[in-house]
């Protein structure tokens, strides 16, 4: 079987796993037929033969698609099969399992303008500010520059809105934030950067979480000091 045919077949897998919870164990061996890519997919922990199924999750798509793009499949195509609300649940997921307490979809007002950020991950002092991205082929440089330099107005606009948004964001006790805006994306490369922005392929992003302390200084980052509650519930502000 050639590269693009196991593409195929493994997009047809992602495309049955959105209809079905489970897939059986001799369903997917006759959508497969090839027994070098089966031996992969069983390899890769796609497929328990003890249990003789394959079981829909989120992470199971993602990796998935990401093996579909190592055989060369189309990665608008494959986007067209995963939501932006997927990578948003994955990265709240991975933030979460490197203990970051997570807000999804924060929505926020500040000098009269609404932002909503995608994931917001925090861990005192770091809030990270998370945004799930598919991109065209087409253009592909110039759209991540823009996707970047809108995640920096974003991350800009929470560090102005925290002395009063801080205490409903759970920040209580933290005396000052580390604001740093990050873009999650299908890309199946290494971590990147645009303007100080980190681009993190989504199978990347436990290690590049893991390893953030060896990469504060390459990120765009914002600090900002926070108000003071007193025992009689007044603000005051840090000097």
Same mark, same amino acid.
């Given at each position: ?8 077949t ?27 890519? !089966? ?16 079981? !829909? ?8 698609s ?5 055989? $060369? ?7 067209k ?48 500010c ?8 087409? $253009? ?30 759970g920040? &209580?006790? &933290?005396? +000052? ?5 990050l ?5 199946? +490369?290494?971590?990147?950067?645009s ?6 392929? !989504? !199978? ?33 502000q840090?000097?």
């Amino acid at each position: 079987m050639y590269k693009k045919e196991k593409a195929e077949t493994v997009i047809s897998i992602i495309k049955r796993l959105r209809e079905v919870e489970t897939l059986d164990f001799e369903e997917l061996k006759n959508m497969v037929e090839d027994q070098e890519l !089966f031996d992969l997919l069983t390899a890769e922990g796609f497929v328990d033969p003890a249990k003789r199924k394959i079981n !829909f999750n989120l992470e199971t798509r993602l990796q998935l698609s990401l093996v579909a793009l190592k055989f $060369g499949a189309d990665i608008e195509k494959i986007c067209k099969l995963l939501s932006w609300k997927e990578f948003e649940a994955f990265s709240r997921k991975v933030l979460e399992t490197n203990n970051f307490f997570c807000i999804q979809n924060f929505r926020f007002g500040q000098n009269q303008k609404r932002y909503e950020i995608d994931v917001v991950g925090l861990k005192n002092p770091l809030i990270l500010c998370v945004d799930s991205k598919h991109y065209k082929k087409s $253009g592909k440089n110039h759209m991540l520059r823009t996707y970047c330099k809108k995640q920096i107005e974003r991350a800009e606009a929470l560090s102005k809105a925290l002395p009063k948004t801080f205490l409903k964001m759970g920040l &209580w006790g &933290w005396r +000052e934030a580390k604001i740093i805006p990050l873009i999650v994306t299908l890309l199946a +490369e290494g971590v990147n950067f645009s303007e100080g922005v980190p681009i993190v392929p !989504f !199978f990347k992003l436990n290690s590049f979480i893991m390893d953030l302390p060896n990469y504060l200084n390459q990120v765009y980052r914002i600090y900002t000091k926070l108000p003071i509650i007193t025992q009689l519930g007044k603000q005051n502000q840090q000097l």
